[in-house]
């Protein structure tokens, strides 16, 4: 088969098997992407970069191997774009930043490694709002990455460029990475799936750190069977990264198909409170009656706390941003300010007109903060805070298997609508913060859309290190309604 439009429709494991079974090679699938971005990337903006001759190089090395009985798996020969912020030797690595704009990566990052064990091919770098910080992708230097169902509006953030790039099939898989809800809050407003794994489930060695007791890397594709099979890939204790947890991986892949029964599914009475929009409650219910059919159960549960998720997660992110940033300081390998005259010049001039609007608030807000006098009024308070949050979870999982909640308060809003009030854009993460404050697993699955034909996402929330549960959960779901299948036009 060489028709590229045949190729770019179908999802990761249809890629794989179609390669396994001869009926088209890497090289044809690398070759049918690259056309698809070439035709629709300018457009919807997904890519800051791609290197055409390095995937196709890779692409006949997975030809290569086959040919000789040496496929490294499932993976192998199939593109994975990757968010700017992950680490590929030799490759520049923005963070949709200013301040990064001439850097290349020195090294792989373990995710990166990882792939290239499996065989896949390292594609481009997507975009994000600077070094993560955003949920609208609004906040990159280079330009914002539009919604492929409507150019007119916002992919959300800050993986905006992983979740457009899939949704617009210019790429059949992609990582991203989740502080506060930046993989499954863009993964909803794209309509595709995307996980946050577990904290310490995958290596954030080689990732730009945002805040790093937050961050993880995870998949985007089409459906929750290619992201386990991703995850799967990504997955494991790395030396590298301290915080890796040194725990097995098991195969999600293979539990996907094993029903969890009796399974019951919490429903927490402060996520379905205002603020909610009419057609993302309406999906949502129609989820909750679809779980009912099939047998779950569903309560409803309380997680107290999880009301002031999004003010302690704005101190302690903010508080480790600021920490994580000061290596950009125009010495090392930032872009070095013109106008310096003297050494405190460098640091201050070179971060003042390499950082966007939204990063100095971050770092300034973090500063402040972490400041003596302050320390305890905050930064102590929230990390208090965060462990009731824990604890209510807790408390929760004591009761039921899974938590079921929207992704996003929205559908993907207008450029501009709310970029005026960063207030206004830190609740849009209300329902995915609480997650990273407690260290566990979340995924978004498409579930429908609204009268304007934009996507809506649900969430669903595991135990810790339980993703094979969450997944089949998700899974059972999502191979009989597929919305993730459904492809805008472009
Ligand atoms: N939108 C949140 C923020 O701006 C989360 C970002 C993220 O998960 N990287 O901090």
New binding site residues.
Partial sequence: MSDHSEIFSLTGSEISHGIDNGIFSSQEVTLAYLSRIREVDEKVHAFLSYDEDDMLRQAKLSDQRRASGKSLGPLDGVPVGLKDVISVKGQPLTAASKILKDYRSPYDATVTVKLRSAGAVVGGRLNL?EF????STENSAYGPTCNPWDLNRVPG??SGGSAAAVAARETPFTLG??????IR?PASLCGVVGMKPTYGRVSRYGLAA?ASSLDQIGPFAQTVEDAAHLLEIISGHDPLDSTSYPTDVSSFSKILNEPIKPCKLGLPKEFFGPGMDDEVRKSIDEVIQWYRQKGYELVEISLPTTELSVPVYYVI?TAEASSNLARYDGIRYTTRSEKAENAIDVYAKSRGEGFGQEVKRRCILGAYGLSSGYYDAYYLRAQKTRTLIRDDFDKAFAQVDAILTPTSPTPAFKFGEKSEDPISM?L??IYTIST?LAGLPGISVPCGFTENGLPVGMQLIGQAFEEGKLLSIAHDYDRELQFGRKQPNL
């Fill in positions: 709002d993560a910080m955003g949920s953030g800050s990475s989740d502080t506060g809800g930046s809050q945002f992110a830190y849009s993460d990273n």
